[in-house]
């Protein structure tokens, strides 16, 4: 099903970009992303209306992209996202969270979904947009 959008503030959220420094790296590269593609290029991979509803492509995106730059497992690049208000901007949130985005094991069915071929061409997207940011 596809992802829904839960922008509902709840007590005790603070505004992320009331914690991050705006001129930080991660938050060029959030800024300079494409998103809208990912979710034009990737959308197919979710059933419109059977299932649970699905997980954020951004957020999805950018935790593959977190996890092989920090090289990190599933679990940890969940946990440590938690605890990084520069990796949840990243990710598309608005509000600090306290709480993980997914179970790590939703990273590996999201991978199976996508194949080899729809993982590496969302890394490579990611990483050339680094490349060709403007400094």
Avoid: C
Wanted: charged fraction near 20%; aromatic fraction near 10%.
């Amino acid at each position: 099903m596809q992802p829904k959008r839960d922008s509902q503030r709840k007590q005790g959220q603070i505004e992320l970009e009331e914690l991050i420094y705006m001129s930080h790296p991660l938050v060029h590269l959030g800024q300079f992303i494409d998103w809208h593609s990912f979710e034009r290029t990737l959308g197919s991979t979710y059933h419109p209306s059977h299932g649970a509803p699905g997980i954020s492509t951004r957020l999805m995106v950018a935790l593959h992209y977190l996890k092989y730059q920090h090289d990190l497992s599933d679990e940890d690049v969940v946990a440590a996202w938690v605890e990084n208000p520069y990796w949840q901007h990243f990710s598309g949130m608005s509000l600090f969270q306290h709480e993980m985005p997914v179970d790590p094991s939703s990273m590996t069915r999201w991978r199976e979904r996508l194949g080899n071929v729809g993982a590496e061409q969302m890394l490579r997207t990611v990483i050339e947009a680094g490349i060709e940011m403007p400094r």
